[in-house]
């Protein structure tokens, strides 16, 4: 099993490019999260999925679009990337949302936005 | 508004020390209080949860101290070894809930020192 995987690892982007966070993970989970982790702001919840078809706005979803593709897959947009979405993003699943499930997540991915 | 308050925000013990991190909340429908550790470059990884029936939690040299009627918890890593430097994060929800995601404090970074 390798989880929950995230590509790419690193990504620098120009201010205005836009890009998609890719998550998968085959562990048959119900439900999905992206996570931003700034220095000093810990860990904010973009969107979460809490199962496939549904999608639903975290703490801090402005600029950012995503797409459940299916129970494995859950990608993250950024339309129009912005220096203050500079980041680490992670992925996440767990077996559903209510319960007090384990989140399992991903390795993250680095972005720099010039 | 944060529903979960952590601190310290960095934390320096020496090798063999105690290393305690507190966290409140606010929300009386949180009743599942766990904790991720995070080692750099790497995912938060589950450590050791607890849920208010009781009162202390302990898992090898880590232990949760729970406080209902004050809306505190605490981390407490005995013994603290340099394979424990890494970010701790805090984090609550409610048990049964269909709709309420994980929140996490913003973490702590605790550097065990020899």
């Known amino acids: 099993n390798a989880g929950v995987t995230q590509t790419p690892k690193f990504q620098v982007l120009k201010t205005g490019q836009s890009m998609t966070l890719q998550c998968a993970q085959d562990?048959?989970?119900?439900?999905m999260y992206w996570y931003r982790q700034d220095p000093g702001m810990g860990l904010r919840l973009i969107y979460y999925s809490a199962s496939e078809g549904t999608t639903d706005k975290g703490e801090v979803p402005n600029g950012y679009n995503v797409s459940r593709l299916n129970k494995r897959e859950f990608s993250l947009r950024l339309e129009s990337a912005a220096p203050s979405q500079t980041s680490v993003y992670f992925c996440a699943s767990s077996t559903q949302l209510a319960g007090g499930r384990e989140q399992y997540f991903g390795p993250g991915t680095r972005l720099t936005v010039t | 508004q944060q529903q979960v308050k952590q601190s310290p925000q960095s934390l320096i013990v020496q090798k063999g020390g105690i290393s305690i991190i507190n966290c409140a909340y606010e929300?009386?429908?949180?009743?599942?209080f766990p904790w991720y550790q995070q080692f750099p470059g790497k995912g938060p990884a589950l450590l050791i949860a607890?849920?208010?029936?009781?009162s202390e939690k302990k898992e090898g040299r880590f232990t949760i101290s729970f406080n209902k009627s004050a809306k505190q918890f605490s981390l407490h890593i005995m013994d603290s070894q340099p394979g424990d430097s890494a970010t701790y994060f805090c984090?609550?929800?409610?048990?049964?809930?269909?709709?309420?995601?994980?929140?996490f404090g913003k973490g702590t970074r605790l550097s065990v020192i020899a």
């Open positions: 562990m048959n989970h119900n439900s």
């Open positions: 607890i849920r208010p029936d009781v």
């Open positions: 984090a609550a929800s409610a048990f049964y809930s269909g709709n309420t995601p994980l929140v």
């Open positions: 929300n009386t429908a949180f009743d599942y």
